[in-house]
């Protein structure tokens, strides 16, 4: 397979695991015989540096004509004033909404030999994988409107939290798909017994349930997920939920695991390139220290492979690579461990086959 690669590094320790996760694609392109072409852009506060712009219409328009996206953070101190017009994150945000990106695949699993390091209990931690489904492109990060004004001599700000039924029946539908390769369950986290939105969030996941009689569906309130998320992650298999929700689901979920270096991500749309990129951040405390932990991005570089490429056998052989390296007592410094950053990478590659 040949395929065009766009690799947005981003800010922070971007750019350093990003570069690791390419070294992984390219031992797999070595490995089965693929071709793939790499092309770098700037996103986030390093393009609001060199461009003004958190994405500039000359990024977005090479994602949209590549086969997939792998990005690294964003954000960092440097651009952290809340009066700035121009934000890191805005690059994000334009990214989903220009590639139609409305969902957000993030899967928790445990490792065997790293439950001693998860601020949890190792019993609670056995046989964990989730998979949350995110909502990436409504909800109150996209509202309108949104106003920050002076009334009656006091400032009010408003955000609106706003969903439609057809972008809530494609999230839920994706998240029956994919739980029909998994343990067939499904739950949908909602707030229905506060908010309207949620209301009909529950109502339109039981409408798509009716054509999919195959699969488990639960509703639960998303104060009662945060809570069995801990106390028992285990039961879960599929978990879908709106956008805010499931950004602060996802960073609790991210300590099963025992660090958030350890996670992927995948957002998809419908047809076009996907973005992949690890969730930790930009982690400007340890940018350009060589110590960042690459498994959160190279495993995003599998779900690359599986999702956009189509390839499974090599996604496998690159998440088979990283459970043996951890097994094998590879640590990054998160980990406990002293590898840098590309030493963690090389015992990943050694055992790719």
């Not at 694609?25 to 015989?33: E, R, S, Y």
């Not at 958190?54 to 809340?82: E, F, H, I, R, Y």
């Not at 489904?133 to 002076?150: A, H, I, M, S």
């Not at 660090?259 to 690890?278: F, H, I, K, Q, R």
Request: hydrophobic share 40%.
């Amino acid at each position: 397979m040949k395929a065009r690669i766009v690799v947005l590094g981003g800010d922070g320790i971007g750019p350093e695991v990003t570069a690791e996760a390419v070294r992984a694609l390219n031992a797999i392109a070595k490995q089965f015989g693929h071709a793939f072409e790499y092309s770098e852009y700037p996103i986030g506060g390093i393009s609001i540096d060199t461009t003004g712009s958190a994405l500039t219409d000359q990024t977005l328009n090479a994602c949209k004509s590549s086969d997939a996206v792998l990005l690294g953070a964003v954000g960092g101190p440097k651009w952290d004033d809340p009066n700035a017009k121009v934000r890191p994150e805005q690059g994000l945000l334009g990214l989903r909404k220009g590639l139609g990106l409305y969902a957000n695949l993030r899967p928790v699993k445990t490792y065997q030999s790293l439950l001693e390091i998860s601020p949890l209990k190792s019993e609670r931690l056995k046989d964990v994988d989730v998979l949350v489904v995110r909502e990436l492109t409504g909800g109150l990060y996209f509202g309108e409107p949104r106003v920050r004004e002076r009334v009656n001599g006091y400032v009010r700000a408003v955000d609106t939290l706003v969903y439609h039924d057809y972008e809530i029946e494609r999230v839920v539908k994706l998240a029956f798909e994919l739980s029909r390769g998994r343990r067939k369950k499904v739950t949908s986290v909602d707030k229905a017994n506060v908010l309207e939105s949620s209301r009909l969030w529950r109502q339109t996941a039981n409408t798509v349930k009716e054509k999919h009689p195959d699969i488990a569906l639960d509703h639960m309130l998303v104060d009662t997920a945060a809570m069995r998320l801990i106390s028992s992650p285990a039961n879960f298999d599929v978990l879908v939920t709106e956008n805010m929700f499931g950004d602060i689901l996802t960073d609790e979920a991210s300590m099963l695991a025992g660090s958030m270096g350890m996670l992927p991500s995948a957002s998809l749309g419908d047809g076009g390139p996907g973005v992949y990129e690890p969730i930790h951040g930009s982690a400007p405390d340890i940018a350009g220290k060589g110590i960042a932990n690459p498994v959160g991005a190279i495993l995003s570089a599998a779900l690359l492979l599986r999702y956009s490429l189509k390839l499974e056998n090599e996604a496998r052989a690159i998440e088979s690579a990283v459970e043996t390296a951890i097994a094998r007592g590879a640590r990054s410094a998160d980990l406990g461990g002293t590898l840098t950053t590309r030493h963690m990478t090389d015992e990943i590659i050694s055992h790719i086959r």
